[in-house]
């Protein structure tokens, strides 16, 4: 379940998570880790493991398809493995938007989402956590980092088959991802 740190406090309730997450106008859901393979409690995976988390979860990716318009999707997995890691984190640790929805579902692992606030210049954490969905919108300032595990796998899902491109502050350089 997804936590919020903002302003002095936690948030672990996932009603309230959900609900200030909405007011910041970012969507998120649980969709839940009961069909993700015992197999996956790593985040090193193979082609097929990826393919059989992407296949068992087509029924809420279709319907974020249809909702959103979205072209494709596919998935990402992070670890200590991961060659170049720490440079990979560097890039999504700069305060960027993109012209494209990002959008997460955590299938193992965990990640901090650092979202600018709706109102206000200050930014608030969101800990994604296994069966968590998170939509972030075209345009919302933010950065992303792993946790001390440093390991997360994530189905993504895009308006475009180029993915996403992060669009830096002016001090720092862009990069696609």
Known sequence: MAVIRARGKTITNQAEVTQYLADNGIEFASWGTERVPKSVSSTVLSPEQK??????????????????????????????????????????????????????????????????????????????????????????????????????ACVRVFKTKDGWVANFKPEAKSATA
């Open 51 to 152: 393919q059989e988390i992407l296949d068992l979860y087509k029924p809420e990716i279709d319907a974020l398809v249809a909702k959103n318009g979205y072209v494709t999707s596919d998935m990402v997995a992070l670890s200590p493995a991961t060659p170049k890691l720490d440079d990979i984190l560097a890039i999504f640790k700069k305060e960027h938007y993109h012209d494209d929805d990002e959008v997460r579902f955590v299938a193992a692992g965990r990640g901090i989402f650092s979202l600018k606030h709706k109102t206000g210049d200050d930014y608030y954490d969101c800990e994604v956590t296994p069966g968590d969905l998170i939509v972030v919108p075209a345009n919302t300032w933010h950065y992303f980092e792993l946790c001390d595990d440093k390991s997360i």
